[in-house]
T-cell receptor, first 114, second 114 residues
């Protein structure tokens, strides 16, 4: 069954703690992305990666970090420096980053900071 | 920086009514345009996309959108909505050059009443 998996579905953390969100894809896609979704704001790009061992900041990268050591995996760490981390996080992938390529999305992780 | 505007934040329609959701973008160069839909509890999925050619594109579930370059618009339409169309709809733009990740609008929540 091909697709993008994100885990966990719900995540709770205390203030001051770092937390890592998982994103795995078995579509053999080169490009992967992380978005944050907040009510009334749509999706905003956090980080994206065009290829293994390479990634670029998006519009709201402050307080987040990523790695891309394997083609199929693109974990996102929400650090304690992120001032308002409670949100719905979506991972996506595409075959490459050409403008015509479609992005496919995972089911998302809802992070709540207590 | 490019931006995407969706002017209707919440739309309520009765079944069989016609739908038009507005989308405008600010980037002056060549763009590729997408509409995504998020049904309650489901993944974000692609409705339709425009890259080139006929500016009227047809997507899944009877949706269509028209690209009007002079107006920087890509409005989504459906002649007759169903209760199952209740969802959140996102317009997105990807530039032909530079950063190749999507820029999303803030979304429109559509509620169809039976």
């Amino acid at each position: 069954d091909g697709g993008i998996t994100q885990s966990p579905k719900y995540l709770f953390r205390k203030e001051g703690q770092n937390v890592t969100l998982s994103c795995e894809q078995n579509l053999n896609h080169d490009a992967m992305y992380w978005y944050r979704q907040d009510p009334g704001q749509g999706l905003r790009l956090i980080y994206y990666s065009q290829i293994v061992n390479d990634f670029q900041k998006g519009d709201i990268a402050e307080g987040y970090s990523v790695s891309r050591e394997k083609k199929e995996s693109f974990p996102l760490t929400v650090t304690s420096a992120q001032k308002n981390p409670t949100a719905f996080y979506l991972c996506a992938s595409s075959a490459d980053v050409t403008s015509t390529d479609t992005q496919y999305f995972g089911p998302g992780t809802r992070l709540t900071v207590l | 920086a490019q931006s995407v505007s969706q002017h209707n934040h919440h739309v309520i329609l009765s079944e069989a009514a016609s739908l038009e959701l507005g989308c405008n973008y600010s980037y002056g160069g060549t763009v590729n345009l997408f509409w995504y839909v998020q049904y309650p509890g489901q993944h974000l999925q692609l409705l339709l996309k425009y890259f080139s050619g006929d500016p009227l594109v047809k997507g899944i579930k009877g949706f269509e959108a028209e690209f009007i370059k002079s107006k920087f618009s890509f409005n989504l339409r459906k002649p007759s909505v169903q209760w199952s169309d209740t969802a959140e709809y996102f317009c997105a733009v990807k530039r032909d050059t530079g950063r190749r990740a999507l820029t999303f609008g803030s979304g429109t929540r559509l509620q169809v009443q039976p």
